[in-house]
């Protein structure tokens, strides 16, 4: 979305119309991204997210399993007439999702952390104007503080059999470390994707991007770059954020990574990645040559 300091682009809504990802979201869980080597890789396997009808509570045609609260996702599914939008309040903190009204589940992550969560799903009265038709709070102790950007969902999805899952597995094979797997990951999507200038000239909105078509594509804008990496870093147990927000004086609306890795040591677009910390990446700045130090970043959404 961000080609420059000069051309404003469009903000993306942050809305969901339907479900996306590489294949859809998984039903199964666990398993292996690729050989550790040398104690050098995190010891996270492949983490698929899923929904447990049988776990879940709620009315009105409403469900909602919190089971996996505490791995740090929860998924709803609602059938309805109407539109119907997810509005999850963490504080003074406010994500607001559009929900399938078929059936189909959503899968969020608890990127807030620790807390209670409120989880209302609003059903479309008027214009845009909505009326709450259930709600619940679930109380989240995460089991692991990096989980829920671990986990694939709705906005980050993948599974094992996911086309950016295979090609993120063999460059990580190819890589001594968790460090060289990151790099080859970034290049790899700096290589075979380009910025499809006339896609952020139409302004996009409210879509959720899928990695294995932007591979396919081979082009995409700044939210297509960061869903990818985030779904080819997560499906190699490297925690990711995909980060929707601000950047540089102008305020231009854009989409970013950071992700985590106990190794560090990795410079990209001038910012250093010490061990035991989060770093980000942009990929859409290396991709377009257009990267600015003097730009500062504010998040805004991180999924």
């Given amino acids: 979305m961000l080609i420059g300091r000069k051309m404003m682009i469009a903000a993306i809504v942050f809305s969901i119309l339907a479900l996306g990802g590489c294949n859809g979201t998984a039903s199964d869980a666990g398993g292996s991204s690729a050989s550790s080597k040398s104690g050098k890789f995190s010891e996270y396997g492949i983490m698929l ?34 539109k119907l939008k997810l509005q999850i309040v963490f504080g003074d903190t406010k994500m607001n999702y559009d929900l399938d009204n078929t059936g189909a589940p959503l899968i969020v992550n608890m990127q807030s952390g620790n807390g209670t969560y409120t989880l209302r799903v609003m059903q479309n009265t008027v214009d845009d104007k909505y ?44 890589s001594s470390d968790e460090i060289e797997a990151v790099k080859k990951i970034y290049s790899y999507i700096k290589d075979n994707v380009d910025y499809d200038y006339a896609f952020a000239e139409s302004n996009p ?40 927000g601000y950047v540089g004086e102008d305020s231009v609306y ?50």
């Fill in 254 to 303: 854009h989409a970013w990574n950071l992700f985590y890795t106990e190794e560090g040591g990795w410079v990209t677009v001038n910012i250093d990645a010490p061990a035991d910390e989060w770093s980000r990446i942009d990929i859409t700045y290396d991709s377009t040559g257009t990267y600015d130090p003097k730009d500062t970043y504010t998040d805004r959404y991180v999924y």
């Fill in 131 to 174: 009326i709450e038709i259930y709600s619940t709070s679930v109380d989240v102790t995460l089991n692991n503080e990096l989980y829920p950007f671990l986990y694939s969902s709705t906005m980050v999805s993948f599974t094992k059999d996911s086309n950016c899952t295979a090609i993120a597995t063999k460059l990580r094979n190819e």
């Fill in 205 to 244: 909105k409210a879509y959720v991007a899928d990695p294995d078509e932007t591979l396919s594509k081979g082009t995409g804008i700044c939210f297509d770059y960061a869903t990818l990496a985030a779904a080819m870093l997560r499906s190699q147990g490297i925690p990711t954020k995909l980060i929707t």
């Fill in 49 to 82: 997210s899923s929904f447990d009808e049988s776990a879940a509570a709620g009315e009105n045609n409403v469900l909602i399993d919190s089971s996996n609260a505490n791995n740090g996702y929860i998924g709803v599914k609602a059938v309805n007439d109407s």
